[in-house]
C-alpha cells in the first residue's frame, strides 16, 4: 500500500521510485500468522521445564512411559526395505501396491467394487493430502457445489476447503449438554440442505469429540444423505485406532456401500500404522464404472502434479511390505489392537479417578467417547488453568488425547482437572 | 444413484511422465529411454548414490529414531544446511537470519508454496516464465493463483540464449513482476546465460524491482561443482535485494522419489523474514500439514558430516562428469557420421537435457523406427551410455537425411 502510494506521488522520478522499493522488503506488510492451535500446544509443552508437565495435546500415540512408538511391524519392514530398492520416482498416483492394498481396508478384503475397477484412488499426503485433493477435485469438477462440515470438526479441515476455494457451511454434530451426537438436529441439517451438497463424515473416533453414531443412526444419516442426493466425503484416520478392530471401524463406509452411495474417503496411515512423519494416505472415489474410475483417476493425478508431482516413497513402501506380508499383517493388526486397548484402558483409568475423586460433574462420556481424542467439556478458561497451574498441554476446545495419558500421569491429570472443575 | 462426476472426461497423459509409460510398453530390445530427466548409469540402471545408501543405513540402525510428525515447516537443521548449500556457508543473508526455509516436496513441492504463498502477499500476480521451461511450471503457477507470462529464451536458429530478446521481455515487464530464472542447467534446453549475461539480468532486475525466483533443481549436476552452480543466485542474493529459491536434491542426491526439498525466501531484514515464516505454515498446513521426514532426513545426514559431504561431492561430480562425456560422444559421433547441420550445441548446453533442435516429425520418426523415447522437445542425456550413443547418432542422423 505505501509503495503504492509512493509511486503516484513520484510520476516523474521513475527510476528513483523502483529504486526506493528496491531498497525496502517486499514482505513489510505481512503479519505474524497465527500459531496453529493444534500443532502450537506441543511447542508450547516442549519449551515448558517443569516435571510434571503433561502433553495431551497433538494426536500421536504414547505408550505407557509416555514415548512415541514406532510399530515392530513397521521397523521388520524398514529393515528390509533398506539398501535394497532404489529411489526412483512414483507415478503421479503414487504406488499402486499400495493403493490397492489400502483400498481393501476400506472396501472390503473381497470388494466387489475393487473387483470391478470401479474405484479412482491415487496415493496421498496422508490424511491432510488426501482431503486437499479431494477439495482441489471437487473444486474443478463441481464448482457450484459446498462443503458441509460437522461442529466441531478438526480445526485444519476448515482450512482445507477454504484453501481450495469451495464453500463451506456447518452441519449440527455435537451436543455439548449431553456430550454426545445432535443427532436430530443433524439429519435436519442433511434434510435442508440444498440438494447434492457435500458432506465430510468422520468415518470413526471423531476428531475432536471421539462421538460415533452408532451402527442405527448411520443408517438413518445414510437413508437421508441418499433421499437428498448428497455426496459423502469420508475422512477416516483411524481405522483400527477406535475400536481396536479395522473392520468394525470401517462399518459406517460399508454401510453406505451398501446403500449404493458413490463415495470418497481420505485414508491415513498417520496413527493406525504409526508413520505419522512419513506422510503415507490414501484418496479414493467411487464410480459407476471403470471407465470414469480411469477418467477420475487421470484428473486426480492432475492435480497431484502441480502440488507435488508425486508422492513421497519410503512410506507407501512401509506400507505395502506390511499389508503384503500375510505375517506381518497379523502383527500389525496385534499392535494397532494394543494401542486401542492401552487408550480403551486410560479412559477407564480417568474416569474413574475423577469419580473416586467425588467430582460432582458426569464423566460417563469420557468411556461413551472412542478413538483418540475425549471432549472433556472444559471450557477455555479451565483449560488455561491446567497449563498455567498444573502444566497439563491440550488444545483450548477442552480436547485431550488420551493416547498421551500414562498410568504414570493419570491420577494428576485427574486430580488438575478436578481442581478446575469442582 | 448417478455419480455427481459422471461427465468427468480422461485427462491428457503427462507429456514428460507419458514418455516413460510409452516406454515400457514398448517390446523392442533396442529401445532408449530418454525421457524423464532421472540419471542413469552407464550401464542404464538408476543409481543409489553410496553416501546415500550410507545414511538410510545409519538411519535405520538408529533404534531412537521415531516417525513422529515433522514441525510443519520440517527439519530445522535440514533447513538451515540448505540455505547454506545454495546460499554459501559465510552469507550475509544467513548470518544476518534474513532467510526464511521451508523443508518441502522436492522441486515441485517448494516452487507451489512459493507460488501460493506470493498468490497471499504480494501485490503481483504475475510471474514472468521463460519461453520455454519445464512443462509443469506453467501448471503449479497457475493452480497457484497467478497468472502466467512468458519472456523470450531460447533462440531456435543459434540454438542459444537469445539474450536481447530476454532483456527486452523482461524490461518491459511492469515493476514488481515475479520473475522464474532457472538458476543453472536450463530444463529443457541446456542453455544458460554466460557470468556476464547473468549480471545483466541481476542489474536490469533489480533496477525494475522485478522479483526473482530462482528454480534450483540441478546444482553440482551442471558442472560438477556446488558452488560454481550457485553463483547466479549468490550473486543475487549478494547485492542484498530479495528472492525466492526453491531447492530439489532429487537429482543432485538422487532422492528422486523421497520428495526432498526446500524453499527458501531471502529478506531484507530478520524480523520480515521470521513473520514470513509463520505466514508459511498457513500455506503448507492446509495442503499436507507437514513434510515426510525419511527423504530430509538422508539429505540432512550428509550435509551434516563433512566426509559424507565430501564423499557426495565426488558421486556428483561423477555423474556431472559422466553426462559430459555424453555429450562429448554424441557430438563426435554425429561429427563423424557427417549428418547435416551444425551440432555444436550438444557440447555448449549444459546439465541434463539437450534441445536438439529436432522437429516433432522427426522425433516422431525417431520414436517409430529407432524405439527412441523422447519428449519432443528434448533429450535427457542421464539416459545415454557409450553403448547407446552410436544408436541414437544413428537415429538422429536418419531423422535429419530421410524423414521430415
Known sequence: MAIRRAMSGRIMDRTAVVGARYMSSWWRSVQPAPKDPILGVTEAFLADQ???????????????????????????AERRIAGNLNMEYLPMGGSVKMVEETLKLAYGENSELIKEKRIAAVQALSGTGACRLFADF??????????????????NHHNIWRDAQVPQKTYHYYHPESKGLDFAAMIDDIKN????????????????????????????????????????????????????????????????LEDG???????????????????????????????????????????????????????????????????????WLKEVKVMADRIIGMRTALRGNLEKLGSPLSWQHITNQIGMFCYSGLTPEQVDRLTNEFHIYMTRNGRISMAGVTTGNVEYLANAIHEVTK | MDSVFASIVQAPEDPILGVTAAYNKDPSPNKLNLGVGAYRTEEGKPLVLNVVRKAEQLLVNDQSRVKEYLPILGLAEFNKLSAKLILGDDSPAIQENRVATAQCLSGTGSLRVGAEFLA???????????????????????????????????????????????L????????????????????????????????????????????????????????????????????????????????????NMGLYGERVGALSIVCKAADVASRVESQLKLVIRPMYSNPPIHGASIAMTILKNSDMYNEWKIELKAMADRIISMRK??????????????????????????????????????????????????????????????HLADAIHAAVTRCC
Open chain 2, 329 to 390: 560422444q554424441l557430438f563426435d559421433a554425429l561429427s563423424a557420421k557427417g549428418t547435416p547441420g551444425n551440432w555444436s550445441h550438444i557440447i555448449k548446453q549444459i546439465g541434463m537435457f539437450t534441445f536438439t533442435g529436432l522437429n516433432s516429425d522427426q522425433v516422431a520418426f525417431m520414436t517409430k523406427e529407432y524405439h527412441i523415447y523422447m519428449t519432443s522437445d528434448g533429450i535427457s542425456m542421464a539416459g545415454l551410455s557409450s553403448k547407446t550413443v552410436p
Open chain 1, 138 to 155: 471437487q473444486k474443478r469438477f463441481c464448482p457450484d457445489s459446498q462443503i458441509y462440515i460437522p461442529v466441531p470438526t478438526w480445526a
Open chain 2, 120 to 166: 497471499k502477499h504480494y501485490h503481483q500476480r504475475t510471474i514472468y516464465i521463460p519461453q520455454p521451461s519445464w512443462g509443469n511450471h506453467v501448471k503449479v503457477f497457475t493452480m497457484a493463483g497467478l497468472s502466467v507470462k512468458n519472456y523470450r529464451y531460447y533462440d531456435p536458429t543459434t540454438r542459444g540464449l537469445n539474450f536481447q530478446g530476454l
Open chain 1, 261 to 331: 452411495h458413490h463415495i470418497g474417503i481420505a485414508q491415513s496411515y498417520a496413527k493406525n500404522m504409526g508413520l505419522y512423519g512419513q506422510r503415507v494416505g490414501c484418496l479414493s472415489v467411487l464410480c459407476e464404472d471403470e471407465k470414469q474410475a480411469v477418467a477420475v483417476k487421470s484428473q486426480l493425478q492432475q492435480l497431484a502434479r502441480p502440488m507435488y508431482s508425486n508422492p513421497p516413497v519410503h512410506g507407501a513402501l512401509i506400507v505395502s511390505t506390511i499389508l503384503s506380508d500375510p505375517d506381518l499383517k497379523k502383527q
Open chain 2, 168 to 251: 527486452e521481455d523482461l524490461g518491459a515487464a511492469p515493476a514488481g513482476a515475479i520473475v522464474l530464472l532457472h538458476a543453472c542447467a536450463h530444463n529443457p534446453t541446456g542453455v544458460d546465460p554466460t557470468v556476464e549475461q547473468w549480471e545483466q539480468i541481476r542489474q536490469s532486475m533489480r533496477s525494475k524491482g522485478l522479483l526473482p525466483f530462482f528454480d534450483s533443481a540441478y546444482q553440482g549436476f551442471a558442472s560438477g561443482s556446488l558452488d560454481v552452480d550457485a553463483q547466479p543466485v549468490r550473486t543475487f542474493v549478494a547485492d542484498g535485494g530479495e528472492c525466492f529459491i526453491a531447492q530439489s536434491y532429487a537429482k
Open chain 1, 50 to 76: 517443569s516435571a510434571d508437565k503433561v502433553n495431551v495435546g497433538v494426536g500421536a500415540y504414547r505408550d505407557d512411559n509416555g514415548k512415541p512408538v514406532v510399530l515392530e511391524c513397521v521397523r521388520e
Open chain 1, 193 to 256: 440442505a440444498p440438494n447434492g451438497s457435500f458432506f465430510l463424515l468422520h468415518a470413526c473416533a471423531h476428531n475432536p469429540t471421539g462421538v460415533d453414531p452408532s451402527e442405527e443412526q448411520w443408517r438413518e444419516i445414510s437413508h437421508h444423505i441418499k433421499a437428498k442426493g448428497h455426496f459423502a466425503f469420508f475422512d477416516m484416520a483411524y481405522q483400527g485406532f477406535a475400536s481396536g478392530d479395522p473392520e468394525k471401524d470401517a462399518k459406517a463406509i460399508r454401510i453406505f
